[in-house]
């Protein structure tokens, strides 16, 4: 047993574009350091992926670059993205790399915890009275949905010229997703919402139908269901009544952005994407463009999603807690990057922020 822990896993990260790059290399640096500090062997690779992948290789997922996510225990990714590439054919975007690694990984449950650390309570565009406990996870269907289905694409002249996505879901792909969510609400305080456009749509009618009935084989976890609309109202309203929230992959996207600002702003949001292999783990927030380069960009997501990676894919839920307590440690010490930090106080850089997280975890793994 002791030996299977101590198997060398492999990980690889793919920086990506704008402050992916800047992010991926502190929480790579966390991840090296607590695997050595735990004794645990992690064999590292690097490969480019989104704009510069496009820059390198002519395409924004090189076959290199996915074979190599398959082969690997879990992938770190900054983020993919940049408008630099707006000419591009729209299969040549750097988001495609995204949706292609989430679609070659089979990465159909992605998990979004949203938890406000105390002391940014005042980070967050929200009274403080009505954020403060806010513990939701997101649980988003995503490798399913309009994202993926057929037919899809552009045809035709001038007025006529028409645009069409398709949204599907199968019994299978629902069910699959309500079963993370209801087991991931066992684990927590045993509530799932499920979120849905059943008034209108027949994929959200069959979506509250699985849902409901995979909701029966846990009669220990309450279920109630809002419609999307109004779960973007209640989400503002009541946001610390959300326990798990189980939606499809764009309710999921939209609803997640604006979850994040219940947690003091999106650059503290860590995700998991889940399937049968690979676990793919990259901060909510995107690239970025805008702050690039400057070293200011607030690596914590990148750093809460290495704590993710630990415990999903590595199997290591103590490294993982041990991240996640030099994270609060260095927030609890007043650690703040510009997005964080208040009038009058002091914004680390991403490296400085970098550094105090290590020193927490120095600290945390002594003991
Ligand atoms: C996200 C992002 C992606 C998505 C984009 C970059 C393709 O917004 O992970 O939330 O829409 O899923
Ligand atoms: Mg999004």
Redesign the pocket.
Known sequence: MADQTRRTRRVLLLPGDGIGAEVVAQAGRVLRETARLGGQPIEFRELPVGGAAIDACGEPLPAATLRSAQESDAVLLG???DPRYDHLPRDRWP?RA??GLRAGLATYA?LRPVRLHPVLEQASPLRPELVRGVDMLIVRE?TGGI?FGTPRGVEGEGDGRVARNTMAYSVGEIRRIARVAFEAARRRRRKVTSVDKANILECSQLWREVVGSVGREYPDVALDHLYVDNAAMQLLARPRDFDVVLTE??F??IL??EAAMLAGGIGMLP?ASLGEGTGLF?P?H?SAPDIAGRGVANPLAAILSVAMLLRHSLGLPEEAARVEAAVERALDAGARTADLARAGETALSTQQMGDRVLEEIAVVMSR
Do not use: K
């Open positions: 983020a993919v993205g988001e995204l949706l992605n995503l994202y992959n764009m999921g996207d997640s952005d995700s990259e909510v995107g």
